[in-house]
């Protein structure tokens, strides 16, 4: 039987889409802010947002009539028409956040204009106003979401713990005031101050959120053209994390998620990267709306541009740009694409500054001949000047293999055949190869090594048995706010693996110890990728918290393929292998082993 659902069921349906955890509701909330023209937005978060999102701004606030309409469905003052659509320049359009926020939360809405002496106040449940009156406050707009699914329990059963909710709203507060530094800003939690932004300049702003240490590395990027325009920053080479995070793409200041322009910036950057380095970078896009699909769900990240490829071109460009006026990129010698040159979009003039600018610098010259913008010939990069390779985590690996205690292995290797009787190869540097008896095995090395440590960070935790190598200067990890809180989170697992760390402020984390074992004069950069292969976890996985850090160490601290190991090292390897519980897989579910027996051997010959 067809049943049509009452509204507030297709209400909390519709809202399930837009109001998917606390942080949406910051977004949504502190855009509306940004859209009412304030110049000071506060928000104010307790219990992670479970109990109460706020944002107070003073914007322009609203009548008592669009009060009482704006918590219904498709109430927006934003367009009127669908050609409206085309020339948006708000945030919001779609009149759903506050229908949806009001059908899936309680809400408290206090708002008055300049030109009203007093304002309202507006209690909502279930989507319909419970309490109405009118209220002394200044001028602007306070909405209040309480208890967040308090009619659902099932959806509030799905809210992620505190640090994990807390981490999404940090995230969300930061995309927000990075887009807008001249709008003051501040974030509360549990009556803790988190954030306190005056208005300034981009830089500042930069500096406020992502951390002092960004303050001397942060290299200007400015380009013009009649399509668009982008400007921001890019971090200097040698501030690039091993951590994600710091990496933001605006398209007419709205945040957006692009791998396809990441990828941009990472190839401008290329050689001056060491292996698994991010740099920062903050960058505005500004074109012509028209050139950009907006008309996608206001929860998607993702953008879809006019032309693509010419976006990409010029991101890549500015940023190479940007980085050989610091004297950052090494010269280069490309030959721009003719086919490229003839774009009308690159045939438009640049401003005149730039013009001259450009046409004596290399901004062209990163194209390929093969038609594709986005494509550098790796080869014809020159190795960059003062520039060391990053040292391989390969080194922390070599420290802890031990020459003696070879252990009497699972695989029915003799003792005595394990160190002195089997003789073992490297393949392609990745692979160990050994036979015994009828059989050979092949073993990828690097699934080895993490099977190992990883069942040795298990073991040491379940005992209590981690030992720990002080480091002999301390130093000081500062994170932004939405690393910190996961570190946080993870502080008491870590410390069961053998860390030593210690919160001195609210972001800022003092490593006094690394598990012994692990390369000293190395704490941070651990850390830090320890954090990024955590984030990286398909947080699907049902997992505890120790089982993920451990996975994460293990991966980190693994051997790599593509090292060249000794032959030692190698038996050292199968022997350390083989004591494993389960030798078969990596914790991360790859195969580490494969063993041909003679008869498979001889039939990869065939014809016998
Ligand atoms: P949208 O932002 O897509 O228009 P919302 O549901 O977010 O839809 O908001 C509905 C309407 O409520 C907005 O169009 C605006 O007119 C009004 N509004 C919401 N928040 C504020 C605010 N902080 N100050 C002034 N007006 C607001
Ligand atoms: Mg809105």
């Known amino acids: 039987m067809i049943q049509i659902l009452p509204d507030h069921i297709a209400n909390q349906i519709a809202a399930g889409e837009v109001i998917q955890r606390p942080a949406s509701a910051v977004k949504e909330l502190l855009e509306n802010a940004v859209d009412a023209g304030a110049s000071s937005i506060d928000l104010i978060i307790q219990d992670a947002g479970k109990s109460l999102v706020q944002v107070v701004d003073n914007g322009k606030g609203m009548s008592v009539e669009d009060a009482r309409l704006c918590i219904a469905r498709h109430a927006t003052s934003k367009i009127s028409s669908i050609e409206d659509l085309f020339h948006i320049r708000t945030m919001g359009f779609r009149g759903e956040a506050l229908a949806s926020i009001a059908a899936v939360a309680q809400v408290e809405l206090k708002t008055k204009q300049a030109t009203n002496q007093a304002g309202i106040f507006i209690e909502v449940e279930h989507s319909a106003i419970t309490r109405e009156e009118p209220i002394g406050v200044a001028t602007g707009t306070s909405l ?6 308090f009619n659902i329990p099932a959806r509030r059963n799905f809210l992620k713990s505190n640090a994990a909710e807390m981490r999404h709203i940090v995230e969300e507060f930061t995309r927000v005031a990075l887009a807008f530094p001249a709008i003051q800003f501040s974030l509360h939690a549990n009556n803790q101050q988190l954030y306190q932004l005056e208005s300034g300049s ?29 400007r921001g920053f890019v971090g200097k080479p040698d501030s690039a994390r091993k951590t994600r995070g710091d990496q933001y793409f605006f398209v007419n200041n709205r945040f957006i998620k692009s791998s396809y322009l990441h990828h941009a910036v990472m190839n401008a950057f290329q050689a001056l990267l060491p292996a698994d380095h991010f740099p920062l970078y903050v960058l505005f ?19 879809k541009f006019e032309d693509e490829k010419i976006v ?17 990129t090494p010269t280069l010698d490309f030959e721009l694409d003719a086919s490229i040159q003839q774009l009308d979009s690159i045939q438009q003039p640049f401003t005149a500054q730039t013009r001259s600018a450009i046409q004596e610098g290399n901004l062209y010259q990163h194209f390929t001949k093969k038609n594709q913008a986005h494509r550098i010939e790796p080869d014809s990069m020159q ?7 990053f040292q391989s985590v390969a080194a922390a690996y070599n420290s802890n293999i031990k020459e003696d205690a070879i252990a009497v292995t699972k695989l029915d290797l003799h003792p005595a055949t394990a160190s002195d ?34 069942e040795k960070f298990i073991q040491q935790r379940a005992n209590k048995k981690a030992t720990t190598q002080p480091s002999l200067f301390p130093s000081t990890l500062s994170l932004n706010a939405a690393d910190a809180s996961l570190l946080e989170e993870l502080l008491l697992d870590l410390t069961a693996v053998g860390f030593l760390i210690q919160k001195i402020e609210t972001t800022k984390f003092q490593i006094q110890g690394i598990p012994a074992g692990f390369e000293n004069g190395k704490e941070e950069s651990i850390l830090e990728a320890v ?57 991360f579910g790859v195969p580490v082993f494969r063993t041909l027996q003679k008869d498979e051997i001889e039939q990869l010959l065939a014809n016998r």
């Open 144 to 149: 209040a979401m309480k208890n967040l699914f």
């Open 202 to 230: 981009l830089k500042q702003r930069i500096v406020q959120l992502l951390g002092n240490n960004y303050a001397s590395k942060l290299v200007g990027v400015q380009e013009e053209t009649d399509y668009l325009t982008i």
């Open 285 to 303: 896009i500004d074109l012509d709306p028209q050139q950009v699909d907006i008309n996608v769900h206001p929860t998607k990240q993702e953008i």
């Open 312 to 328: 990409y071109a010029f991101v890549q460009a500015a940023i190479r740009h940007a980085l050989a006026q610091f004297s950052i």
């Open 383 to 389: 190795p960059a000047k003062n520039w060391k390779p």
């Open 421 to 454: 009787s089997i003789s073992v190869f490297q393949l392609l540097n990745s692979y160990i190869l050994f036979s015994q008896a009828s059989t050979c095995t092949l073993i990828d090395q690097q699934a080895a090594h993490e099977r190992i440590l990883y």
């Open 531 to 587: 954090l990024e292969e955590y984030k990286h976890f398909n947080t699907a996985l049902a997992l505890p918290l120790h089982e993920k850090l451990c996975r994460s160490l293990a991966r980190q601290q693994a051997l790599k393929l593509g090292t060249v190991l000794s032959e030692r090292e190698m038996k050292q390897l199968i022997t350390d292998l083989f004591a494993c519980n389960q030798p078969h897989m990596s914790p």
